[in-house]
């Protein structure tokens, strides 16, 4: 049974690219996982989550990402699943559908109804138990910026991660001060629950404070140098810890600093396009592709950090 302790050190958010027709890229997937899915750089997978555009898929298509991911890094790696539900009906389907196609953990998203303050109540606490005890399956809780109205308080979220089946919080409150109360009132709570940052700006900051390892998207473009933080802080070398964020700084910012910061995946496949991983960079829609003045940025980033010539 997977706890909370095997999903330390860095999980990458994989994006997944397409041809110019809007199908799946299946040989440029493989190259993604080959590019940042390495033992030596990556301890985790998590598929089917914002990076690899899941709303946009099918449930085959969401089903086929994990088997392909599941055969492409074998039996032994540990394989998160995202599920994007719209209700309860939905949430069992869905966890039910990546357990059966090879995922080990479910990452559960909010639900629709938990947000305009929602979240806020027992609601999630009543909703995670009900599909803990009904589908007996390791989760993760992905916790949502607090400005979305999808973000759970603190009291709340410390409630869910007491769930027995609940082994991770994906901790993207998007706040510094929320990610350190949430951390601090989950660990007194649940102490083997792991806690993975991945609020974008703040990874520094994020493992400066504690927690179990780093989730990120960011990893499907630049899996080393996020490594390179995480074992840094891991050795408690601050100054090892400020080097890597300053190779990190120019890439963070060039994903993420843009408007609109939905398209920072769409950013990310322009990179691995640039470092010639894959060839085609385009989303399916709603997002778009990226004007060349931000391709361009993403260019001058990577470079900057010293992974692309």
């Avoid at 086929?64 to 790696?77: A, S, Y």
Wanted: with cysteine; proline share 7%; aromatic share 6%.
């Amino acid at each position: 049974m997977i706890t909370g302790k095997d999903l330390g050190g860095i999980t990458v958010a994989t994006v997944l690219p397409f041809h110019e027709d809007g199908s799946i890229d299946w040989p440029g997937y493989e190259a993604v996982l080959d590019h940042c899915a390495r033992p030596d750089t990556t301890d985790c997978v998590f598929v089917n989550g914002h990076a690899g555009e899941a709303t946009a898929l099918t449930p085959a298509e969401r089903a086929e990402v994990i088997r392909r991911t599941r055969d492409h890094i074998g039996k032994d790696r540990i394989l998160m699943a995202g599920v994007v539900p719209t209700g309860y009906p939905d949430v069992i389907a869905q966890a039910e559908a990546a357990r059966e196609a090879g995922a080990d953990v479910a990452v559960i998203f909010p639900a629709e109804a938990l947000g305009g303050g929602n979240a806020n109540t027992w609601a999630g606490v009543q909703f995670i138990e009900k599909l803990g005890d009904e589908l007996r399956m390791p989760l993760s809780v992905f916790q949502f910026p607090i400005a979305s109205g999808f973000g759970f308080s603190t009291p709340v979220l410390a409630r869910i991660a007491q769930i027995p089946q609940v082994v991770a919080i994906k901790e993207g409150s998007a706040t510094l001060l929320a990610y350190d109360e949430n951390r601090r009132a989950v660990k007194a709570a649940a102490p083997d629950v792991a806690m993975l940052p991945s609020n974008f700006h703040w990874f520094f900051a994020q493992v400066a404070l504690g927690g179990d390892g780093i989730l990120s998207g960011l990893a499907s473009l630049v899996p080393g140098l996020l490594a390179d933080l995480w074992r840094a802080s891991q050795d408690m070398d601050l100054a090892r810890m400020r080097e890597a964020n300053e190779r990190l700084y120019p890439v963070v910012r060039a994903i993420y600093g843009p408007a609109p910061v939905v398209d920072m995946h769409t950013r990310m496949k322009d990179g691995l396009r640039l470092m010639g991983i894959i060839g085609n960079s385009a989303p399916r829609l709603p997002l778009l592709p990226q004007p060349p003045e931000i391709v361009e940025g993403v260019h001058k980033a990577l470079a900057e950090a010293g992974v692309l010539w």
